[in-house]
């Protein structure tokens, strides 16, 4: 078992590029998030999908998309990134029977 | 709506000292709380949760936490602090996974324990 697993691990994009960072469990779980840390404000979500076929906006969304290709499978899209977009993103599965989030290794993207 | 505070950013310890770590939420209904860990340039890993029944809970490493309802504190203890206890943690919250099960978990601000040989 791999548990979650996310690539790439770091990207650096310039202002206005896209890219999409990809992110898969082998758990099967129905439900994955994304999420984001910065220094001092701790993970908040950006977008999670409680199963496959859908996806629900989190706390801080905008600047993103998602897609839920499968149920292994989550994607996290930004279309034109930002500068304020620097940041570690988490991609996480969840376990309804054990209340747990189990997490993968994140990727380090840095705006320039 | 629930939230988490950790107060203290950083929590220096000795090696061989006690360590704890403070945390206290805030909701209106009965919640699960959650400590994870984060080794440097690592993703999230669970230490130990509290769903229900004894509110002492054990966890990974030699931690563990006691719910305390009339406080709402959920603070991480260990009575002996190692080296490789320099990490940082986290608090959450969450009332529990839904229909469908989605899980809506709010994370504290963490605490980075740092401990001094």
């Known amino acids: 078992n791999a548990g979650v697993t996310q690539t790439p691990k770091f990207q650096v994009l310039k202002t206005g590029q896209s890219m999409t960072l990809q992110c898969a469990q082998d758990m099967n779980h129905n439900s994955m998030y994304w999420y984001r840390q910065d220094p001092g404000m701790g993970l908040r979500l950006i977008y999670y999908s409680a199963s496959e076929g859908t996806t629900d906006k989190g706390e801080v969304p905008n600047g993103y998309n998602v897609s839920r290709l499968n149920k292994r499978e989550f994607s996290l899209r930004l279309e034109s990134a930002a500068p304020s977009q620097t940041s570690v993103y988490f991609c996480?599965?969840?376990?309804?029977?054990?209340?747990?989030?189990?997490f993968g290794p994140g990727t380090r993207l840095t705006v320039l | 709506a629930q939230s988490v505070t950790q107060l203290d950013s950083q929590v220096p310890v000795f090696e061989e000292a006690p360590v704890e770590l403070r945390c206290n939420y805030s909701?209106?209904?009965?919640?699960?709380l959650f400590w994870y860990v984060q080794y440097p340039n690592q993703g999230l890993q669970l230490l130990l949760k509290?769903?229900?029944?004894?509110?002492l809970v054990k966890g990974i490493n030699g931690f563990e936490a006691e719910f305390k309802k009339s406080e709402t504190s959920f603070h991480l203890t260990k009575p002996s602090a190692h080296m490789s206890d320099a990490a940082e943690y986290f608090c959450?919250?969450?009332?529990?996974?839904?229909?469908?099960?989605?899980?809506?978990?709010?994370f504290g601000t963490g605490t980075k324990l740092q401990v001094i040989p």
């Open positions: 509290y769903l229900s029944g004894s509110t």
């Open positions: 996480a599965s969840g376990s309804w029977l054990s209340n747990e989030q189990f």
């Open positions: 909701s209106s209904v009965s919640v699960y």
């Open positions: 959450a919250v969450s009332l529990g996974a839904i229909s469908g099960g989605y899980q809506k978990v709010t």
